[in-house]
């Protein structure tokens, strides 16, 4: 697919390429309204997402990787085609660490500028995991930022698999923040083996180590920054479930590429097919999709 070449006209709008951290290529996304996105050829990773007044939307660590096979610490991951440690793949799957193909950009009829990017089955993933299949990730941005992954089956047996952003959402303080819109819901706690139990608080608080999956989530939901006096809406498409993560003191000194002090200013929240994986037939076509909105 002919890649089309933007200039950004009057600096403002439209697509460009360049190298980033390590020398990684990158695709930088402009929008109109000041908005703008850094999107690394690597694992297809939205590293930055800035409002029109250039603040820094997404938390990414500053002690992240940047190499090839390892997986960036921050922003958003594409998880695919495994969730966590929950099958025989390295952990939250290989799209992650794979260097995508870019395959189109420009501007959507609605104004938003684009670009998708691409990662099909090859001998490597195919040692891994015996399926053909092709993955279209598109990112969106206007005055919101939409993620939206297309799967398609392009072999001759069926496949099962789960996709998840992993977004990591910067905020203020997390003492002083809150994930609404999961009262009411079943949820399974990561740090309990899985047990499971009903969410029972209107505002999800942080206090510690919080690892758990929200089953069957409505499609809006969002995140209270108090520390910033700012407000997250999240609103997402064939995705039904939504994970919670913050590692707390004890996991974030454990954690490599991952500030011992910055689990204070990052939420993860994260919506994904987990806990009832799709199916996927030949030919067939599946599509998950999130958006995001920054208020304050
Ligand atoms: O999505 C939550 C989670 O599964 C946590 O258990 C934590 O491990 C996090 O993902 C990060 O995983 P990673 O492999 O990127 O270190």
Redesign the pocket.
């Known amino acids: 697919m002919k890649l089309s070449r933007q200039s950004q006209p009057n600096g403002r709008a439209g697509v460009a390429r360049d190298s980033g951290a390590n020398g990684l290529p990158r695709i930088i996304l402009a929008h109109p309204s000041g908005a703008r996105v850094e999107l690394c050829r690597h694992g297809a990773h939205v590293t930055s997402w800035k409002n029109a007044r250039g603040e820094e939307l997404l938390f990414l660590s500053q002690k992240s990787w940047f190499e090839p096979g390892r997986?960036i610490?921050g922003g958003i991951?594409v998880v695919f085609p495994q969730?966590?440690d929950d099958g025989p793949l390295p952990?939250?799957g290989f799209a992650r660490t794979r260097t995508w193909t870019p395959a189109a950009t420009g501007t959507t009829p609605d104004g938003e500028t684009f670009a998708t990017l691409r990662l099909e089955a090859d001998a490597e993933t195919l040692r891994l995991w015996p399926f053909r299949f092709t993955l279209e990730y598109t990112v969106l941005l206007s005055d919101r930022l939409t993620v939206r992954l297309a799967v398609s089956n392009a072999g001759d047996q069926p496949f099962r698999f789960q996709a998840?952003f992993?977004t990591y959402f910067r905020v203020g303080d997390i003492r002083q923040t809150g994930v609404f819109g999961l009262q009411g819901l079943e949820f399974s706690d990561?740090l309990k083996a899985g047990a499971r139990a009903c969410e029972a608080r209107e505002l999800v608080t942080f206090a510690g180590e919080t690892?758990r999956i929200y089953i069957g989530a409505s499609d809006a939901l969002g995140i209270h920054d108090g520390g910033r006096g700012r407000t997250f809406s999240i609103s997402k498409k064939g995705l039904p479930d939504v994970?919670v993560?913050n590692?707390w003191i004890d996991k974030a000194q454990r954690?490599e590429d991952f500030g011992d002090e910055e689990y204070q200013s990052m939420v993860?929240v994260?919506t994904g097919n987990i806990v009832a994986p799709a199916t996927l037939k030949p030919a067939g076509r599946w599509e998950g999709a999130t958006s995001f909105f920054s208020e304050g």
Request: charged residues 25%.
């Open positions: 997986p610490r991951p969730f966590c952990k939250h998840v992993h990561s690892d994970v993560w590692p954690m993860c994260e």
